[in-house]
């Protein structure tokens, strides 16, 4: 469980092995970590502070700044807004997409593509194309800000015609927190990041911060070596050691990553 406390012995702990260093690693969910969550996917901006701390960490703190997200991998630095683009990684960690424009995106076998391709055309029939969010290796359904009735006949209309296809090797039925997704099973947050902790010294410093039940894999395979943090109005059962009410205690801990950059500068 969580320690349900802001200022903890382990956030102290950790901003004093980040002042003590000139490397350092910040990994970031989006929705509702960075964002709040909104109805139109497309408007979903960063709190305004926390879009200004994100400009002066990658602009002043050798902070090597990584998204991942549920979104397509290119569709997150647009919203983000931010002078220095970061490494993303979207669709769970299917896709990468680097801060020079070189994009990796795992291999899709035909199966899982006619899958897809087959679930999309199903649920556009079922009238829930305004709903519905195609990626390169995922396809959901967004039911946040409905009514609750309406919630509960796109919900059943979407496992009705999702279900079926988890029987197809490599692939994951999951809810998330406003829909549903089928998605490769393959691709998750937490092998994003195991190869970002492959990539670097284990001397960095790294924190991760997520608020989502996709992001619980991200925190098991980072606790022992990095922070862990849910963000989170109300606390629940997490792996992750810390836990941050968004937005006004994100902005505290990100001011308190650029101080802790200065320390070390």
């Not at 350092?24 to 969910?29: E, K, Y």
């Not at 899709?108 to 679930?119: G, R, T, Y």
């Not at 195991?194 to 098991?220: K, M």
Request: glycine share 6%; aromatic share 8%.
């Amino acid at each position: 469980m969580s320690k349900a406390v802001a200022e903890s012995k382990d956030l102290r702990e950790f901003f004093q092995k980040l002042s003590g260093t000139t490397d350092r690693v910040l990994i970031l969910d989006y929705d509702g970590t960075v964002a709040p969550f909104s109805t139109d996917r497309d408007r979903a901006y960063p709190y305004p502070e926390v879009r200004k701390l994100l400009n002066e960490i990658t602009s002043h703190c050798r902070t090597r700044l990584i998204m991942i997200s549920e979104r397509s991998a290119h569709e997150v630095s647009p919203l983000l807004g931010i002078e220095a683009i970061p490494e993303v990684w979207g669709t769970h960690g299917a896709e990468r997409l680097l801060p020079d424009g070189r994009y990796e995106g795992a291999e899709v076998s035909d199966e899982a593509l006619q899958v897809f391709s087959e679930a999309e055309t199903q649920l556009l029939d079922e009238n829930l194309g305004y709903l519905l969010d195609v990626r390169p290796a995922a396809v959901a359904i967004h039911w946040r800000g409905l009514k609750e009735s309406e919630i509960l006949t796109v919900r059943k209309k979407a496992y009705r015609i999702l279900e079926p296809f988890v029987f197809t090797p490599g692939l994951l039925l999951a809810e998330f927190d406003g829909g549903i997704e089928i998605r490769m099973r393959s691709a998750s947050k937490g092998d994003a990041v195991r190869t970002i902790l492959s990539e670097i010294s284990e001397d960095v410093p790294v924190a991760y911060l997520g608020d989502d039940a996709a992001d619980e894999d991200a925190f098991r395979a980072l606790n022992g070596r990095g922070l862990t943090v849910l963000v989170r109005r109300k606390l629940h059962f997490t792996a992750a050691q810390i836990w941050l009410r968004p937005p006004d205690e994100v902005v505290r801990f990100l001011i308190d990553w650029v101080k802790a950059c200065e320390i070390g500068a």
